[in-house]
């Protein structure tokens, strides 16, 4: 195989890194392609990494690419007039998918496993976004959470939330008036909190407390059904490989066998034969034989968040992308 060929196997297999260590050796690739390429190759591992917050970074990066990854961009000033992911959370699932795939097809389950947990743990905020208008932005949170008879960041006993999703609930609704530093701290430490909250309101509280009861009847009912079928995903088999799983030690890391095997408890307990007719509905979508690497997440997803969420092709369009201006060079 010639160098030619060497490099566009390993774009082939979304090698990015290795890729940007060759290209500088190849003698008929002029500077223009080189930096391209080169840039290519950083966005795209940044893709990979699901390096969120600086998905607003893409120079010399075709702007079709740097847009649609803007749209999985978490804002990193609480001005910022681009929301991105949260404004909505349906192109960073559709990354996240398309991630899990890749790294699926690199034999790399530790961070298949890892980008399944983030997506689990966001889920609930991804099933509440039609509702809010908005994916739990802090910025705009507040007028639909604090109200008349709001528990919403209190210590009254009655509230199901836990510590941590109480002291994120009161940091949520006043952070966008902090300085840079503490929105940026937030979003580290406790935004993922905010989707358990939001759980615990629609799924397994009764309190009359005003996050709930300014809602139609109708909506509390969906939110309720689709909220307890997303959590039966935190506990299952497959988060618990991950967490059982020394992600960067070498050492006790699940094969394909192992995680495939989780995966098959993990739809059993989601789609549980006792569960009531609404959630049973929803649930049984995880059987799908959609051929996906976890064949039904992708469906299960769409079916838990009330609308379609498809598995991105953003990286593979920078593969693409890039498979196209090294072979340019020889034209």
């Not at 991950?242 to 995680?259: C, K, S």
């Amino acid at each position: 195989m010639d160098d030619r060929g060497l490099v566009l196997s390993l774009v082939d297999r979304y090698a990015f890194a290795e890729v940007a260590a060759v290209v500088t050796l190849l003698d008929d690739l002029d500077d223009g392609a080189r930096e391209r390429a080169e840039r290519l190759c950083e966005f795209g591992l940044r893709l990979l990494e699901l390096d969120a917050e600086d998905f607003d970074q893409a120079p010399g990066v075709p702007t079709d690419l740097a847009e649609r990854a803007r749209r999985s961009w978490i804002p990193q000033r609480p001005d910022a007039p681009d929301r991105g992911a949260l404004d909505s959370m349906v192109p960073a699932f559709g990354l996240m998918l398309e991630v899990i795939a890749v790294r699926w097809q690199h034999g790399d389950m530790s961070r298949a496993l890892a980008v399944a947990h983030i997506l689990n743990e966001y889920l609930p905020m991804l099933v509440w976004e039609p509702v809010l208008g908005h994916a739990a932005d802090p910025a705009r949170l507040g007028r639909h959470v604090l109200g008349p008879g709001s528990r919403w960041g209190t210590d009254e006993r009655e509230c199901e939330h836990g510590g941590l999703e109480r002291k994120a609930a009161r940091i949520a609704v006043r952070v966008a008036e902090r300085p840079v530093a503490e929105w940026q701290s937030y979003l580290d430490r406790q935004h993922s909190h905010i989707a358990d909250a939001l759980a615990a309101c629609a799924g397994f509280c009764s309190v009359d407390c005003h996050v709930r009861t300014r809602l139609p009847e109708a909506v509390r009912r969906t939110l309720r059904t689709r909220i307890r079928v997303a959590r039966r995903l935190a506990g299952s088999p497959l988060v618990a490989l991950r967490h059982a799983a020394p992600v960067g030690h070498g050492f006790g890391v699940p094969n394909e066998g192992e995680v495939l095997t989780a995966w098959e408890q993990t739809r059993d307990r989601v789609d549980d034969q006792s569960l009531p007719a609404d959630e049973s509905a929803v649930a049984r979508r995880i059987r799908a034989a959609d051929g996906f690497a976890l064949p039904g997440l992708p469906t299960f997803i769409s079916a838990v968040a009330g609308r379609a969420v498809p598995q991105d092709t953003l990286i593979a369009d920078v593969r693409d992308r890039l498979a196209a201006t090294l072979t340019a060079r020889q034209a």
